[in-house]
């Protein structure tokens, strides 16, 4: 049984490009979390999606958006991308009627020069 | 502000010996607690946690203690072993299950099980 699996492991952008990241939830989960782990810090919500809807949000600028598809993967864009960008963005997903634990993904670590 | 604090940036203990590591929340709205551990390169992965109705829970070798008064949880590992050598968070969420469910955590403690 997969867990959750994101995409890709590493990437490096320069300021001002715009990245993409993926990620396919663990079977039987049909909310997707996006977290943010910046070095030395704990990870920090960005945003969640549930049914393709933007469920809740966090405190992160309109730079971020997401999508979540059928089939309950999602995506998480970043436009114009800042130094201050570069982090571990953690995936995760959860049944969302009543689980109370995140299952995580590995994350994918982005690097902006 | 940070609502959840994980105080010890780092712990070292010896193998057979407890690890006891600690975790401080501010938001008298959090009603579930989680511990995850994180091995690098790897993903967060869930430990054990506990409600706000209870004071303690119990998992093998891990037990996960919430002082409510105190807004204070400890995570005691016993006895410790040289594979439980990872960076340990502790996260608070206010609305367990539902659509809005959103985790806040710690800046993590690294511990280290000394052989």
């Known amino acids: 049984d997969a867990g959750v699996t994101q995409s890709p492991t590493h990437l490096i952008k320069t300021r001002g490009q715009q990245v993409t990241l993926r990620c396919s939830p663990k079977?039987?989960?049909?909310?997707v979390s996006w977290y943010q782990q910046a070095l030395g810090q704990g990870p920090q919500f960005i945003f969640q999606?549930?049914?393709?809807?933007e469920r809740q949000r966090g405190n992160f600028p309109d730079r971020f958006s997401g999508h979540q598809f059928p089939n309950y993967s999602s995506e998480l864009n970043v436009n114009a991308l800042l130094l201050g960008d570069s982090a571990l963005y953690l995936c995760?997903?959860?049944w969302g009627s009543g689980a109370n634990v995140l299952t995580f993904g590995a994350g994918s670590r982005l690097t902006v020069l | 502000d940070q609502q959840v604090k994980q105080n010890s940036p780092s712990l070292s203990v010896q193998e057979g010996r407890i690890s006891i590591l600690n975790c401080d929340y501010t938001?008298?709205?959090?009603?579930?607690f989680l511990w995850y551990k994180k091995y690098p390169a790897e993903g967060p992965t869930f430990l054990i946690s506990?409600?706000?109705?209870?004071d303690k829970n119990e998992d093998g070798r891990f037990t996960v203690f919430l002082n409510k008064s105190a807004k204070h949880l400890s995570l005691h590992i016993v006895p410790s072993q040289p594979g439980d050598s990872a960076v340990y968070f502790c996260?608070?969420?206010?609305?367990?299950?539902?659509?809005?469910?959103?985790?806040?955590f710690g800046k993590g403690t690294l511990l280290t099980v000394n052989p």
């Open positions: 995760a997903s959860r």
């Open positions: 938001n008298s709205m959090f009603d579930y």
């Open positions: 506990i409600s706000s109705i209870k």
């Open positions: 996260a608070a969420s206010s609305n367990s299950g539902g659509s809005n469910y959103k985790l806040t």
């Open positions: 079977s039987g989960h049909d909310t």
């Open positions: 999606y549930y049914e393709e809807e």
